[in-house]
């Protein structure tokens, strides 16, 4: 499929950002990734943590086996979010308030806060107006995580399709 966003432009850069990223914010990002791909969207998705707690891990692994069943490989290693990351992306994606506020602290203009927004956003359904922290709970968790997610990426994928054209 031919990209959205034409060849000659660059690709929209999207970071998903939770607290550790290894549970949440891995998920959006191969969960983004592949809605995104089939679309044809010409975007550049990665994720990162606001701590740097498990920084050079994989994804939790309860993270992966919910992500697994439901078709999504997840192979990203956690790192913590960079200054150099409010340059480099378009679009800041936090999972929660606080990831959030954490962002907004973080950002040294008022160009680089409005790239902050939060995940929640892009959600139809009412019941969450945060993605769920899945850690210290049960499976049940991680797959509400997928379900959130998955909702609220197709959402995004549409506005950035909507805001960068028709399809070529
Ligand atoms: P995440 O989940 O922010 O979705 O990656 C967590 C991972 C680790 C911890 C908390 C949340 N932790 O306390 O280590």
Request: charged share 30%.
């Amino acid at each position: 499929m031919s990209p959205i966003i034409s060849n000659n432009k660059r690709p929209f850069r999207v970071l998903f950002v939770c607290l550790g990223n290894i549970c949440r914010s891995p998920a959006a990002e191969g969960i983004f990734k592949r809605i995104a791909h089939d679309r044809g969207l010409n975007v550049e998705v990665d994720s990162a943590g606001t701590s740097g707690w498990h920084q050079g891990e994989p994804a939790d692994s309860r993270m992966r086996r919910s992500a697994r069943h439901r078709g999504y490989e997840l192979t990203s290693i956690s790192r913590p979010v960079r200054r150099s990351d409010f340059e480099r992306f378009d679009l800041l994606v936090a999972m929660d308030d606080s990831n959030y506020d954490n962002l907004r602290e973080m950002a040294s203009t008022k160009e680089e806060e409005d790239k902050i927004v939060r995940m929640a956003d892009f959600l139809d359904r009412k019941d969450y107006d945060h993605i769920p922290d899945p850690y210290y709970g049960g499976a049940d968790g991680f797959d509400l995580v997928i379900d959130l997610l998955e909702e609220a990426s197709e959402n995004l994928a549409q506005e950035i399709q909507d805001i960068y054209g028709p399809q070529v």
